[in-house]
């Protein structure tokens, strides 16, 4: 898929910075397989991204219909869309939607808008409380360096990295917390 003209992002959309998503992919493990959640989609970027290594599947969610438009055709130009979910609506909503419909995530990719980083504290929460995350899933969070990773229970904060005004959240389920009980 190297050196494909893919559609950029409508007015108004930032996309992730090329060297960002470079630094990303390089420190994900191998991804052969792996059922990919791309929140706050854009034009595909993050996902297209994981497709050409190796993901299994991708269900891409975004809002704008214009950005669908532009994700949809570059996913027809690079003959992908039978490994592709596209989900038009609200991140919170289309999260019940597939916890209803049994999905599970091995890697979920969030680039919420810098200023709306507070949408995602609920989406977040439900991937956890309705069992949407893999054992070892990971979870990579672009946000600006002026506005914080939500906390969120149940998630636990790996490691962070900056590149410029942007910093990348890496987060994992968190191990169960010991109740105390033991037979010993």
Same mark, same amino acid.
């Given at each position: 898929?190297?050196?494909?003209?893919?559609?950029?992002?409508? !007015?108004?959309?930032?996309?992730?910075?090329?060297?960002?998503?470079?630094?990303?992919?390089?420190?994900?493990?191998? %991804?052969?397989?792996?059922?990919?959640?791309?929140?706050? #989609?854009?034009?595909?970027?993050?996902? &297209?991204?994981?497709?050409?290594?190796?993901?299994?599947?991708?269900? /891409?969610?975004?809002?704008?219909?214009?950005? &669908?438009? !532009?994700?949809?055709?570059?996913?027809?130009?690079?003959?992908?869309? #039978?490994?592709?979910?596209?989900?038009?609506?609200?991140?919170?909503?289309?999260?019940?939607?597939?916890?209803? %419909?049994?999905?599970? /995530?091995?890697?979920?990719?969030? =680039?919420?808008?810098?200023? !709306?980083?507070?949408?995602?504290? !609920?989406?977040?929460?439900? @991937?956890? =409380?309705?069992?949407? %995350?893999?054992?070892?899933?990971?979870?990579? &969070?672009?946000?600006?360096?002026?506005?914080?990773?939500?906390?969120?229970?149940?998630?636990?904060?790996?490691?962070?990295?900056?590149?410029?005004?942007? &910093?990348?959240?890496? @987060?994992?389920?968190?191990?169960?917390?010991?109740?105390?009980?033991?037979?010993?």
């Amino acid at each position: 898929m190297a050196g494909r003209k893919l559609a950029g992002a409508p !007015a108004g959309v930032r996309p992730t910075a090329d060297r960002v998503r470079e630094s990303v992919f390089a420190r994900l493990p191998r %991804l052969e397989g792996a059922r990919v959640l791309d929140l706050f #989609a854009g034009t595909g970027t993050l996902g &297209i991204e994981a497709l050409s290594r190796g993901a299994a599947s991708v269900v /891409f969610v975004e809002r704008s219909g214009a950005s &669908i438009h !532009a994700l949809q055709r570059n996913l027809r130009a690079l003959d992908l869309t #039978a490994r592709c979910d596209v989900r038009r609506g609200d991140v919170g909503g289309v999260v019940r939607k597939l916890a209803r %419909l049994g999905h599970r /995530f091995d890697l979920v990719l969030a =680039d919420p808008p810098y200023e !709306a980083l507070g949408e995602l504290v !609920a989406p977040l929460a439900g @991937l956890v =409380d309705q069992a949407l %995350l893999a054992p070892d899933a990971t979870l990579v &969070i672009e946000r600006s360096r002026r506005h914080a990773v939500p906390t969120v229970p149940g998630l636990a904060h790996r490691d962070s990295r900056r590149y410029g005004d942007t &910093i990348v959240d890496w @987060l994992a389920v968190a191990p169960a917390e010991s109740t105390g009980d033991s037979d010993a």
